[in-house]
Every structure is written in structure tokens, then in C-alpha cells.
């Protein structure tokens, strides 16, 4: 093997192997799907409520839910956001049987 053709086959591998590791599939995540948050965003007004919703693959997937601004919107173990106060606040989702598996919705409070 010459040493031009040394490199192309180590290019090629390198090429190959970042090719399968780049995945945006966690380790350890079921290689069937990603949850999902349903809405992705939601204008709620002050003294009201939205009901989030998590799936994989169409079908409701335990999560745990937590909000990252309580001084504008809480949220129920169940995903029910309550408007606190005008702002903005970021409702998470994590699958509790892969906590890797973590989506978002962007909540407005007007």
C-alpha cells in the first residue's frame, strides 16, 4: 500500500466512523423515537391555563415536567401550565424512563 493510498483508507474510515456517531439519538435512548411536546409554544394569559402534552411515537409518554421561570408560569406533574405573570418561561419535559430525552415549549405571558 503506498502512502497516498494509507490515507485515503484512514480518511475514509474517520468519515465512516463520524458518520455513525453523529446521532441525535442519545445513548441509551430507544432508537425508535424522540419525544415530542405538544404545543412547541403557547401565548397564555395571566390567571389561565394550557395544557402541554409529551409523546413518543403517537403515544403519551411519562415525563415529569418543570418550569424554569415560576414567577411567570407553573406547571403540573400532568403538564397543566398556569400564567403567573407577565414574562416569559421555558416548560420542560423529561422522559422518565431516559431522562436524556428532554423537549421544551416556550411559554408567553402577555
Known amino acids: 500500500m503506498t502512502h497516498r493510498n494509507v490515507i485515503r483508507f484512514f480518511s475514509a474510515t474517520l468519515v465512516a466512523a463520524l ?3 453523529c446521532t441525535d439519538t442519545p445513548t441509551g435512548a430507544p432508537s425508535n423515537g424522540l419525544i415530542q411536546v405538544s ?3 403557547a ?3 395571566v390567571g389561565t391555563t394550557k395544557q402541554l402534552t409529551a409523546t413518543l411515537n403517537g403515544a403519551a409518554a411519562p415525563v ?3 418550569s424554569n421561570n415560576q414567577a411567570v408560569a407553573t406547571v403540573t406533574s400532568d403538564g397543566l401550565v398556569a400564567a403567573v405573570a407577565s ?3 421555558s416548560i420542560t419535559a ?3 424512563s431516559d ?3 428532554i423537549r421544551s ?3 408567553t405571558v402577555p
Open 19 to 21: 458518520a455513525l456517531g
Open 43 to 45: 401565548s397564555v394569559k
Open 94 to 96: 423529561k422522559m422518565v
Open 87 to 89: 414574562g416569559r418561561a
Open 39 to 41: 404545543p412547541l409554544s
Open 99 to 101: 431522562p436524556t430525552q
Open 105 to 107: 415549549a416556550s411559554i
Open 64 to 66: 415529569t415536567w418543570e
